[in-house]
């Protein structure tokens, strides 16, 4: 191949490499939670699961939770195995008390989230 | 010191190496028959942030898995690593891989130097495959204008050290030659650095309230320190060049200088972009 067509075949390749790079898709940013079970600040009996909503499709990486005064934080599972915009967890079984629960997600963007939601459990 | 800030120190330094790299294939480029023996320092310094760099991104996943977890155990969760590997990120680290070792091979190896280039031209296109600019519905303009931004700030940072080296080591009139060079071009390409910006700012942040929160305040920040840098430049070329050959010691130490504390506000603003693009984002 001569010199000249190598650097045309060259040419073709980064076009083509800047078309594939451009080519738009359907995803936006980075997912935000919306939404949770329990909510922030709630007071409630003790939930059966953990449900976060998010803005975009999301995969959770790491759930754990804490209660106040206590160390160190239980991690939950298991995890979705798939990404998706709501995403449920089975929670364990609750005492009376403050939690916290952290979340860590990668939105489509490749960016990692993370976030926390503080509730109550009464009494039953 | 936890995953999160151990992946904003990784991503700094491996910018750093990155546009170390980079400048320097590209000051070779465009300097090699001015200033030979320059070039050939420039070569094995950018040939070392090339490998600097290499060892860097190969803990980029890693990290990243890390960050998923919360903790290091992420390191060694091969779901995790699997994630990593598999999303935006993992596309990205291996061309930015592809693109450092053939800048290190291009750069170490003197009869290899056209590999430097085409690594050159791989490696500022990675990071438009992750983050934001990745998946934006205004891709098509975010793309280009991230590869700009990279390509022009890495020609500048990458220039610095070899220039330093000219003034100190050149003759008067080369290094007077070489530095009205590097102005001319400079002053059509450095504005490229803020309007690239200054685009991208304007498809990403809807809200100009973000300005009052952590993204908008570094991207300030980044901002105020170009505007620094500007008057640095603009003092090398207006006051220090031109006396070069009139008084030769007093420029070339004020040029000296000038030039490494160009050097590192520059290191400054790739410190904050790798916190502004680790951490946070516009719609925080």
Redesign the interface.
Known sequence: MSARAQARRAGQL?LL?WFW??W??A????A?LKQSQPAEGAVIAAPAQFTLSFSESA?L??L?LKKAGQSPAQELGPLPAAAGERLSVPAPRLDPGSYEL?Y?V?S???????GSVHFTVTAP | MGP?AAAVAERALLLLCLYQAVGAALFIALYRSQVASICERARRLGGMAAVCGLALALLQLPL?AA????DYSGLHDAR?LR?AMH???GL?CALLLTGLALLAIGLLWRRALAAAWVGA?IAV?AP?????T????Q??LL??LLVLHVLVGAFWLGALWPLRLTVRLERSAVAAAVLQRFSKLAAWLVPCIALAGFGMAYALIDDVSVLQRPYGLLLLGKLVIFAGLLGLAALNRWRFAPVLAAAPARARSALQRSIVAEYLLIAAVLVMTATLTTLF???D
């Open positions: 980064w490499g790079l451009l738009p898709l995803a936006a940013a980075h935000h995969q990486t790491a754990s952290r860590r990668i489509a963007d490749g960016h990692i989230m993370a | 999160d990243t960050r998923m977890a919360g995790l994630l999303s935006s990120q990205s031209a296109c438009a495959l992750t983050g934001h990745s998946v934006h519905p891709r098509a793309v280009p984002s516009p719609e």
